[in-house]
């Protein structure tokens, strides 16, 4: 099994910035990669960013492109997701998942592992 907590959620000012972090453990030698996700009320979860942990490939959902980083902490098994120009739109439950990764990073709807989420609130 693998766990995942999430830190740095809270409140921002439309047009500030926010930085998520991920940490990994317990059975980490089976994932390969690690996400970020989130969901505002009403609305269904959609993938964000997801990074490869062993060569650092990133990729990113075409909503979040440009204003979304994801990277490979300092500490192993640690992620971040910067989050720049936020917009009262990005209020939602961010999700840290990971995998294994058998089809790919990218591929949103095969993550098994799952933290329990950091709420992120902007005001405009």
């Known amino acids: 099994q693998v766990q995942l907590v999430e830190s740095g959620g809270g409140s921002g000012q439309a047009g500030g910035s926010l930085r998520l972090s991920c940490a990994a453990s317990?059975?980490?030698?089976?994932?390969?990669?690690m996400s970020w996700f989130r969901q505002a009320p009403g609305k269904e979860r959609e993938g964000l960013a997801a990074?490869?942990?062993?060569?650092?490939?990133?990729y990113y959902a075409d909503s979040v492109t440009g204003r979304f980083t994801i990277s490979l902490g300092n500490a192993k098994n640690t992620v971040h997701l910067q989050i720049n120009s936020l917009k009262p739109d990005d209020t939602a439950m961010y999700y840290c998942?990971?995998?294994?990764?058998?089809?790919?990073?990218?591929?949103?709807?095969?993550?098994?592992?799952w933290g329990q989420g950091t709420q992120v609130t902007v005001s405009s």
């Open positions: 990074i490869d942990l062993g060569g650092g490939i990133t």
């Open positions: 317990g059975d980490t030698y089976s994932i390969n990669c």
């Open positions: 998942a990971a995998d294994n990764g058998p089809f790919g990073c990218a591929t949103w709807t095969e993550y098994y592992y």
